[in-house]
């Protein structure tokens, strides 16, 4: 991510070729980001290993693997067609985001997956024994009626959603930024999260 950064990809300032006019291609604004301008995908900058090699010649990178996965990113992302960039993107960074959001999207049958571990070793104070506690959330994304909610989504939002929920409903009364390790925060919302089908596998041995 840091070479595609030092490339200009991620650069959120409007981009002079992205004026409005005549629309450049998506390569044609590659070959504008390596210095290239007047060349094309068929010469110099034919494959990944010449894009790598271009990228460390520019001093964005100086690792060879770097750079090729770089390159390799590069082409996955449709940088190097012949497609117009639509007049919405204005910076390097739309072009980015566009591209990913077309290449990176979810197709019908996939979905994703959150694993949360956690292990805690005890040592009692009488030295005579220690346990391991363990705790393991899976979650995957959901479809209804059409619809698919991420699982990201669901473990990032509706943990949040709830805490905001008790504080409206008054059930935590402590003031200020709290970190969720008090019984006050955490006992109510376990069992918020419980009800909403979140289920935390715990092991104690």
Same mark, same amino acid.
């Given at each position: 991510m840091g070479t595609l950064a030092r490339i200009g990809l991620f650069n959120t300032e409007p981009n002079p070729v992205l004026k409005d006019g005549k @629309? *450049? !291609?998506f390569g044609t604004f590659l070959l504008a980001l390596l +210095? $290239?301008?007047g060349g094309d995908f068929s010469g110099p900058l034919k494959g990944e290993e010449s894009i790598a090699e271009r990228i460390i +010649? /520019? =001093?964005y990178c100086i690792d060879q693997g770097t750079a090729l996965k770089a390159a390799k990113t590069i082409i996955? /992302? #449709?940088l190097r067609e012949q497609t117009e960039i639509p007049i919405s993107c204005k910076s390097a960074f739309d072009v980015s985001c566009l591209r990913m959001e077309e290449r990176l999207a979810y !197709? =019908?049958? %996939?979905q994703d997956m959150v694993l949360l571990h956690h292990e805690v070793e005890v040592d009692f *104070?009488?030295?005579q024994h220690t %346990? @391991?506690? $363990?705790g393991t959330l899976l979650e995957f994304g959901k479809t209804k009626n #059409? @619809? !698919?909610t991420t699982a990201m989504a669901l473990t990032v939002g509706i943990p949040a959603a709830i805490g905001a929920l008790l504080i409206l409903e008054k059930k935590i009364k402590t003031k200020g930024v709290l970190r969720p390790l008090e019984p006050e925060v955490y006992v109510p919302a376990l069992d918020s999260l419980q009800a909403y089908g979140f289920k935390l596998m715990e092991k104690i041995e």
């Open positions: @629309r *450049p !291609t +210095k $290239t301008e +010649k /520019l =001093g996955f /992302l #449709g !197709t =019908g049958s %996939e *104070p009488d030295d %346990e @391991r506690h $363990t #059409g @619809r !698919t």
